[in-house]
């Protein structure tokens, strides 16, 4: 029925055009979705969290191969 108003309504042009009644459950809670700001302090966390880490691996480099003894509790 659909496909038939859109014909009399005269809405298709010559292309072919394919419609099904695809559901997809939508999410959009806080944590879940990112806007431009969000996606560039996320971007800043991680470069900083790799600066950090590579710091630490120069200052382990700088100590020598001295590996720590493990904690037992």
Known sequence: EFVT???????????????????????????KNFTEAKMKRRLERIDESIARYLS?????????????EAKVA
């Open 5 to 31: 108003l859109c014909r009399k309504l005269d809405l298709f042009s010559a292309a072919s055009v394919a419609i099904d009644g695809s559901k997809f459950k939508a999410v959009n809670a806080r944590d």
């Open 56 to 68: 630490q691996l120069e200052t382990a480099d700088r100590h020598g191969d001295a590996v720590p």
